[in-house]
C-alpha cells in the first residue's frame, strides 16, 4: 500500500497559478499510475490528469491546455501545475495511485 500526501493548495485569484504535488511513500509510484482527481462542494469526485508508468499522460477536456502533470522519480512526487485558474476549478484535488490508493486532499480556491 502507498502513502500519499497532497501539498501546495490554497487560495488564489482567478487567471493565477498554483503546483500541487503528491508525495509517495511505501511504493514506487513511477510503476503504476497516477492521477488527480478533484471534489467540488456538492458535485461527484472527477477525472483532471494522468501519468502512466509508461509516462502516458491524459487530461479532462476542462483543464487541457491549463494543467500540466509531470512526474519526479527521484523524489517519489507527481506534481500538477495549474495556470490560468477559474473559480470553477475551485475544488479539493485529490492524488490517486494505481486506482486504489488515495491522499486525504488539498483545497484549493479560486475567487477574487
Known amino acids: 500500500q502507498v502513502q500519499l500526501v497532497e501539498s501546495g493548495g490554497g487560495l488564489v485569484q482567478p487567471g493565477g497559478s498554483l503546483r500541487l504535488s503528491c508525495a509517495g511513500s511505501?511504493?514506487?509510484?513511477?510503476?503504476?499510475?497516477t492521477g488527480w482527481y478533484r471534489q467540488a462542494p456538492g458535485k461527484e469526485r472527477e477525472f483532471v490528469a494522468r501519468i502512466t508508468s509508461g509516462g502516458q499522460i491524459n487530461y479532462a477536456d476542462s483543464v487541457k491546455g491549463r494543467f500540466t502533470i509531470s512526474r519526479d522519480n527521484a523524489k517519489n512526487t507527481v506534481y500538477l501545475q495549474m495556470n490560468s485558474l477559474k473559480p470553477e476549478d475551485t475544488a479539493v484535488y485529490y492524488c490517486?495511485?494505481?486506482?486504489?490508493?488515495w491522499g486525504q486532499g488539498t483545497q484549493v480556491t479560486v475567487s477574487s
Open positions: 490517486n495511485f494505481a486506482g486504489t490508493d
Open positions: 511505501g511504493r514506487i509510484l513511477s510503476i503504476g499510475h
